[in-house]
Nanobody
């Protein structure tokens, strides 16, 4: 069974940057499309970025387009989310999973953006 471990979150001022990582263990996920989700307090868990199994195709929610970049390193079984120009509205717990949410959720990583 695949296990997901997210890391890289923290507290940052508005306009700052963070790079999140999601490492998968237990089974290679190189053949799967993957995504980053986020959940703010009291809100649904939303998909914000996806990447194809090869990394050749990416898509983003409108709210993060132009600011976030998803990437992957299949040799390391890891996906990344580079977040630039962060805004207070980006504050949330960030999770990775397949777009269909097929893998048990990891613990997520908290991102807090101060004004």
């Amino acid at each position: 069974q695949v296990q997901l471990v997210e890391s890289g979150g923290g507290l940052v001022q508005a306009g700052g940057s963070l790079r999140l990582s999601c490492a998968a263990s237990g089974r290679t996920f190189s053949s799967y499309a993957m995504g980053w989700f986020r959940q703010a307090p009291g809100k649904e868990r939303d998909l914000v970025a996806t990447i194809s199994w090869s990394g050749g195709f990416t898509s983003y929610a409108e709210s993060v387009k132009g600011r976030f970049t998803i990437s992957r390193d299949n040799a390391k079984n890891t996906i990344y989310l580079q977040m630039n120009s962060l805004e207070p509205s980006d504050t949330a717990v960030y999770y990775c999973n397949t777009p269909s949410k097929a893998i048990p959720w990891g613990q997520g990583t908290q991102v807090t953006v101060s004004a």
